[in-house]
């Protein structure tokens, strides 16, 4: 009991990379939001472009929870298997 809840713990230390693009999604919304509420464009990139990149930042961000959730996975099978054979 008290190694699962220590694994669980340690799973979302790990994740960097998910918050990452948790925030570049989140940041280039807000960008999005106010471009196309003053209509204007920043560096050429209409407010399109920026809700194009949120889009693609929380896609990431879902793929990298997923991966996440299928290594703990494989991980808790692993262990099973493994105290099955014993």
Same mark, same amino acid.
């Given at each position: 009991m008290v190694r699962n809840i220590l694994e669980f713990t340690q799973f979302p230390s790990k994740t960097v990379s998910i918050l990452i693009f948790r925030m570049l999604?989140?940041?280039c919304l807000i960008v999005g939001v106010i471009t196309a509420a003053l209509d204007v464009k920043f560096g050429g990139f209409a407010p399109i472009h /920026? /809700?194009?990149l949120a889009f693609a930042g929380f896609v990431a961000a879902i793929c990298g929870i997923l991966l996440r959730i299928k290594i703990l996975m494989e991980r808790k099978d692993q262990s099973y298997r493994s105290r099955k054979r014993n």
């Open positions: 999604g989140t940041i /920026f /809700f194009l």
